[in-house]
C-alpha cells in the first residue's frame, strides 16, 4: 500500500522558516515525482513544487520561487519542503503528493499527481 506521511508543519510568524517531510512508502518504481501542493480555506488547491526521481530536477510554482526548497533524500525515501521568507498567503494545508505513474490525476510540473498525504497544517502569522 502507498504511504505518504507530512509532518513539519505549525504556526510561525511572517519572515520565518519551516520545514516539510514527507515520508513515502510502499512502492518500488523507479521513475516519479513528489510533488508538495497547498490548500487555503475557500481556495481551489494549488501545486508548490515537485522533484522528479530520475533526475532530481526541480518545478517551483511562480508564488514560492526563491522562497521555497524542495529536495529528497532517497536512503530515507523522504522528501523535504524547505519554507523560507514566509508570508501570511502561504497559510494552509500542505499535502505531500505522489505522481508520474498515470495519466490520471492533478497535473503540476509535467506529471498527473494521483496518491495523496493526509496534509499538515501551515499557519503564519502576520
Known amino acids: 500500500e502507498i504511504q505518504l506521511v507530512e509532518s513539519g508543519g505549525g504556526l510561525v510568524q511572517a519572515g520565518g522558516s519551516l520545514r516539510l517531510s514527507c515520508a513515502a512508502s510502499g512502492f518500488t518504481f523507479d521513475d516519479y515525482a513528489i510533488g508538495w501542493f497547498r490548500q487555503a480555506p475557500g481556495k481551489e488547491r494549488e501545486g508548490v513544487a515537485c522533484?522528479?526521481?530520475?533526475?532530481?530536477?526541480?518545478y517551483y510554482a511562480d508564488s514560492v520561487k526563491g522562497r521555497f526548497t524542495i529536495s529528497s533524500d532517497n536512503a530515507k525515501n523522504t522528501v523535504y519542503l524547505q519554507m523560507n521568507s514566509l508570508k501570511p498567503q502561504d497559510t494552509a494545508v500542505y499535502y505531500c503528493?505522489?505522481?508520474?505513474?498515470?495519466?490520471?490525476?492533478?497535473?503540476?510540473?509535467?506529471?498527473?499527481?494521483?496518491?495523496w498525504g493526509q496534509g499538515t497544517q501551515v499557519t503564519v502569522s502576520s
Open positions: 522533484i522528479s526521481s530520475s533526475d532530481g530536477s526541480t
Open positions: 503528493a505522489l505522481g508520474g505513474l498515470s495519466a490520471m490525476g492533478v497535473h503540476f510540473g509535467g506529471f498527473e499527481f494521483d496518491y
